[in-house]
């Protein structure tokens, strides 16, 4: 999955002293974060893909107790660094950061084992589905944005802004997930195998100005009065 999993990070930031959006968005992509780290150091992604061009080799960010860790690393370390959020920010972040492997369980084909190098691998595949995964990963990041929007108050181009950002990073979806998987499907040819050092420093840097974009969005709004 890709811009769904920013669904839950908007979870806290209705309250005024609430996890902010911008953190929820990169806790809901810490472990593709460490992914793309671990891409540049040629610990992951070392394998291409041979069996569809949305299979990866990522034994050990996106294990299921790999996942695990990273979940519990991004909430300690947003203890340390916001100790004002308290245990229940700390919470709110584990549990963001772990909602990736949940909802990447659903999307991906079978490239997630239970631990690094297990046999098992988990994956049930709505990526095989390309319209209908779309669809769902879409909803998920305009529903969210539409919520937000509801709770919280701010001039118009906040407003705009937000869904320029939903409407380019749909495009984006589109064109990294969904035309791949339908070009696959009707030639039977896979896509040339990306540069991985390449893609991963692409993946952090989107990563990273996506939660930026929002970051300044997230400045121009504040919270209704309940
Ligand atoms: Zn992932």
Redesign the pocket.
Known sequence: ??IG?YGPAVWDAHRANGVRLWHGFLAV?A??IV?MVLGILGIEGRTPPDTHPLA?D?PY??SLVGSLLISLAAALLYRAFRPGAGRKGMVVIGLLAFS??V??LVV?RPDMPIWPGGDMLLGLGLWNFAWPAYGLEVLLLGGMIAWWLGVTKGPLWTAVASWALVTFMSVMQFFIMTKPTLDYQQSGILPPPPDGVGLSVAGLVVFFVFAGVIALIERGRTVKAA
């Open positions: 999955m890709f999993h992509q472990i593709d992914t990866f990522i960010s996106h990736h492997w909802l990447d991906h």
